[in-house]
């Protein structure tokens, strides 16, 4: 394993450890407020997280190569950040 591998295993895990959070108190929000834009939220940074982690164990543990791991994740990444816009238009 080289230092890049260790450092982006370190990354995945920090963004994994933060997004988990951040999904996790927007998702304990809504369930406080009833608020649909926090569900949505909650949703969208529970979407960029799970990229995160797609991207991580596929390249680490499957036969996908590093470009492969990085579209599945800017994918999710994508429709994750499309759905956190929603959530700050909505009513």
Excluded: C, N, P
């Excluded at 991207?55 to 492969?68: D, E, I, N, R, Y």
């Amino acid at each position: 394993m080289s230092h890049l591998d260790i450092a982006l295993a370190a990354i995945k895990t920090g963004t994994l450890l933060l997004g988990s959070l951040i999904t996790f108190l927007s998702l304990k929000a809504y369930r406080r407020t009833g608020s649909r834009s926090l569900r949505s939220l909650g949703i969208g940074f529970g979407l960029v997280t799970v990229g995160a982690l797609l991207a991580g164990v596929g390249h680490q543990f499957t036969s996908l190569t590093l470009a492969q791991s990085v579209v599945i994740e800017s994918a999710l990444t994508l429709v994750g950040f499309a759905v956190i816009v929603y959530s700050l238009y909505a009513d």
